[in-house]
């Protein structure tokens, strides 16, 4: 069928919330199709050609930020320190790989979520479940469990005032390769990985005064000055992503407008379903989770329908198994797609295979088991001679504790110290950074000096 931004109706929708008031819900949708664009088709252009050279092992993929972004957290202070979490992550990569490092952020838009029961039960009260900030409340009552639509127009100007914030560091002076000191966060200044970062950094500063006296200099070289910094989101809420849904006058072609890149979750990849139709009309750069159920025929079926033409950087396979399935499953079926040579660009989320609950009740994740499934990728495809492109990761900048172990090794009764995220516990500064390292020894050898 002709595929149109509002075709994926004639689809099954999975995970859809039920609004009660439809004339509402009508009325939110068409001024959001009339609101301005939060990023261009240009930009999502640049982002597939980086993605392209990371599928050639040219580049890392680096993706990260909250599995569901809040409301109640739209603060300057907690974007600022995710922003200089990544950079950091970014900069001890691109010194480590000499490789450039494609950032995005699972920001400016992450806040519909996808549930594994429509009901939530807490003391034999039985209430919708909550689904992300731009859907209900994450408070237990009727009243905050209702989809309100009014939410998606917040969830809008959240990720407008997010994203101009998020373009001023990365363009105004702050992601500067000068400020390189200043991205430290006060409260880790003493932690183990702040000092392995502290030597990348001054080596790094070194090389800097060199080139600085070779003549090239933040001034005269945007990329010392500059960074380019990307969004990306779950595509599951399809009505909000369809009003935002807009033909580019420079090509005629449909882009979603809302986000650089997209990806369909695990629990919404079925090849004839709604999001998978959705989709496969915009001509972003989009992703697709690879959970361990995937059945390799439904995946191929998937390939087909999102990337017809076989385009470099279209479409980036998200791997998401679980550090004790992943080299059951994972091998077989990278085998399968490298016979098949198609355009594919593979990244690891280490993150939603793993997740468990400790034993006083929170859903936590074991830092060991998220280093594990990243060497296992790793060495999956170093042993098929194929390119192992990045990370996916749910991580914060803020001093949190979600992720049990880690170099602080936090432990299941440390958790409730600062356990503050909405959905699944995201990687402190010091856990991230801990993994970077490992990435940092990882892709060398696995990746670049085989196949550049
Ligand atoms: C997520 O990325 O937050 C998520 C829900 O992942 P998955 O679809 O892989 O379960
Ligand atoms: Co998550």
Redesign the pocket.
């Known amino acids: 069928m002709n595929w149109k931004s509002d075709s994926w109706k004639s689809f099954e929708v999975k995970q859809m919330p039920a609004y009660n008031d439809k004339k509402k819900l009508d009325s939110v949708l068409s001024d959001l199709s009339k609101y301005p664009p939060l990023i261009f088709a240009g930009e999502t252009r640049s982002l597939k050609k980086k993605i392209s050279e990371v599928q050639k092992g040219k580049a890392f993929y680096l993706q990260g930020g909250d599995?569901?972004e809040s409301f109640l957290e739209l603060n300057p202070n907690t974007i600022r320190d995710t922003f200089k979490l990544l950079l950091q992550m970014s900069v001890v990569l691109t010194y480590a790989t000499n490789s450039p490092v494609v950032k995005l952020g699972?920001i400016a838009g992450q806040f519909a979520?996808?549930r594994s029961s429509d009901m939530e039960e807490k003391n034999g009260v039985s209430l919708p479940s909550y689904r992300g900030d731009i859907i209900n409340s994450y408070e237990f009552s009727k009243e905050a469990r209702e989809p309100d639509p009014d939410r998606m127009i917040r969830a809008y100007n959240h990720s407008a005032s997010t994203l101009n914030l998020l373009r001023a560091f990365a363009q105004g002076g702050f992601a500067s390769l000068s400020q390189l000191s200043k991205w430290n966060l006060d409260f880790a200044e003493n932690f183990p990985s702040m000092k392995k970062y502290s030597e990348i950094s001054k080596k790094i500063e070194d090389s800097i005064n060199f080139i600085n006296a070779c003549g090239i200099d933040e001034n005269n070289t945007r990329e010392l000055r500059e960074t380019d910094f990307y969004t990306s989101h779950?595509a599951l809420l399809l009505p909000y992503e369809q009003a935002f849904t807009r033909i580019d006058s420079t090509t005629g072609d449909w882009y979603n407008v809302s986000s650089h890149f997209l990806?369909v979750?695990?629990?919404?990849r079925d090849p004839d379903g709604a999001h998978i139709h959705y989709l496969s009309g915009i001509k972003n750069p989009i992703g697709l989770?690879v959970?361990p159920t995937t059945d390799v025929d439904q995946l191929k079926k998937n390939i087909e329908i999102l990337n017809p033409d076989n385009e470099e950087g279209r479409l980036t396979l998200?791997v998401?198994m679980g550090a004790n399935k992943i080299s059951d499953i994972f091998p077989k079926l990278l085998k399968e797609f490298k016979s098949l040579g198609q355009n594919i660009t593979w990244i690891c989320?280490p993150?939603?295979g793993n997740t468990i609950t400790s034993t006083s009740g929170y859903k936590t994740r074991n830092s060991k088991d998220v280093l594990a499934e990243i060497k296992n990728f790793f060495d999956i495809h170093n042993a098929e001679g194929t390119i192992a492109g990045g990370v996916?990761l749910?991580l914060t900048g803020l001093n949190v504790t979600e992720c049990v172990g880690g170099p602080e090794d936090i432990k299941d009764e440390n958790l409730g110290d600062r356990y503050h995220t909405f959905?699944?516990p995201r990687l402190n500064v010091n856990q991230s950074l801990e993994l970077c390292f490992l990435l940092a020894d990882l892709f060398p050898k696995s990746t670049i000096t085989n196949n550049k």
């Open positions: 599995c569901a699972r979520k996808p779950e990806w979750g695990d629990r919404t989770k959970g998200i998401r989320d993150m939603h996916h749910e959905c699944d």
